[in-house]
């Protein structure tokens, strides 16, 4: 009687542990983002500038809004950085293969699509109609996540303007006069810097 008493304290020990490790473990994923998609990417407008001697100067926001829907969020963004000078600002999107599935229930597919690079649109709009085009994507996966480090150029930073956002939209729905796929906010005026001004080394510039 004592064994077996002993055998349900350990295995209910082990459970209780188990679980534990699942939540952490969990946890851990959830906050994972591969080295390359949260760095400053330096595209070849701010290469050039830095060559003539110019410093531009990048700032970085936390997003208040970082989720498209806070009940059941398809996408996340995280990682921004912003350059007013060059007009430029990047951002890094999350999602998992859940999305997908929703995907193949709201367009009603046949079956669920893969995650590849062109699977959504993406695109910046601000609250004046300005839409600015995307200049670069990289693209990364690690476990159910799916990552997208997503730069776009043309972007206006000046009194007029008091929210971008980034919208996406699936590829074989994209019609710009209708409301996208997905938002999310990712730039607002009058929000602090969260860790002052980003100067990338000459290493990340290549100087």
């Not at 007009?87 to 995650?115: F, H, K, M, W």
């Not at 996406?168 to 810097?193: F, H, M, Q, R, S």
């Amino acid at each position: 009687m004592k064994y077996v008493s002993r055998l349900l304290k350990w295995s209910a020990l082990c459970l209780i542990f188990g679980v534990i490790g699942i939540v952490l473990a969990r946890i851990a994923i959830a906050n994972y983002y591969p080295g390359g998609m949260t760095s400053y990417y330096v595209s070849e407008a701010h290469r050039d500038l830095y060559q003539t001697g110019a410093r531009p100067m990048v700032y970085r926001q936390d997003l208040r809004f970082s989720y498209d829907d806070n009940d059941f969020a398809k996408f996340m963004a995280g990682s921004q950085y912003y350059c007013p000078s060059l007009g430029e600002l990047q951002i890094t999107v999350r999602y998992n293969d859940a999305t997908l599935r929703e995907v193949q229930a709201d367009y009603a597919l046949s079956e669920v699509p893969e995650a590849t690079a062109d699977l959504f649109d993406y695109s910046l709009m601000d609250d004046n109609g300005n839409r600015s085009p995307l200049m670069y994507k990289d693209t990364d996966r690690k476990f159910m996540y799916n990552y997208l480090k997503l730069c776009f150029s043309g972007v206006t930073f000046d009194e007029e303007t008091n929210w971008i956002r980034l919208e996406i939209y699936y590829k074989d729905d994209i019609d710009y006069t209708e409301e996208p796929y997905a938002c999310i906010l990712v730039w607002e005026k009058g929000l602090v810097p969260s860790d002052g001004e980003y100067r990338p080394t000459e290493q990340e510039v290549g100087a």
